[in-house]
Nanobody, 114 residues
Framework: VQLQAFGGGLVQPGGSIRLSCAAS????????MGWLRQVPGKERELVASIISGGTSNYADSVKGRFTISRDSAKSTVYLQMTSLKPEDTARYFC?????????WGQGTLVTVSS
């Protein structure tokens, strides 16, 4: 499974941005897709995930502000980020899980700053 993320950039506090991630390869084996984020010097943090049936899960820090969605036909997962805060600044990684392992994309940088 290969993952390619798009959509990072610079956004002002309170603003919005949408990330997208396209999966390719053995996509039929994917059961969960999601997003992690990482700040230099810290461990990766799960931001949100969504399973094939549509059930989603969010980190407490982003609940009510971020929305994850998935287009199974296009093997794409999205992360709509609103009411962004400076502490949301991080590199965001797309992730996909199969029965046997987890895959990560190359990451896309989101910077929240005025």
């Amino acid at each position: 499974v290969q993952l390619q993320a798009f959509g990072g950039g610079l956004v002002q506090p309170g603003g919005s941005i949408r990330l997208s991630c396209a999966a390719s390869g053995r996509i039929s084996s994917i059961n969960t897709m999601g997003w992690l984020r990482q700040v230099p010097g810290k461990e990766r943090e799960l931001v949100a995930s969504i399973i094939s049936g549509g059930t989603s899960n969010y980190a407490d820090s982003v609940k009510g502000r971020f929305t994850i969605s998935r287009d199974s036909a296009k093997s794409t997962v999205y992360l709509q980020m609103t009411s962004l805060k400076p502490e949301d600044t991080a590199r965001y990684f797309c992730t996909a899980k199969t029965k046997f392992r987890e895959y990560w994309g190359q990451g896309t940088l989101v910077t929240v700053s005025s």
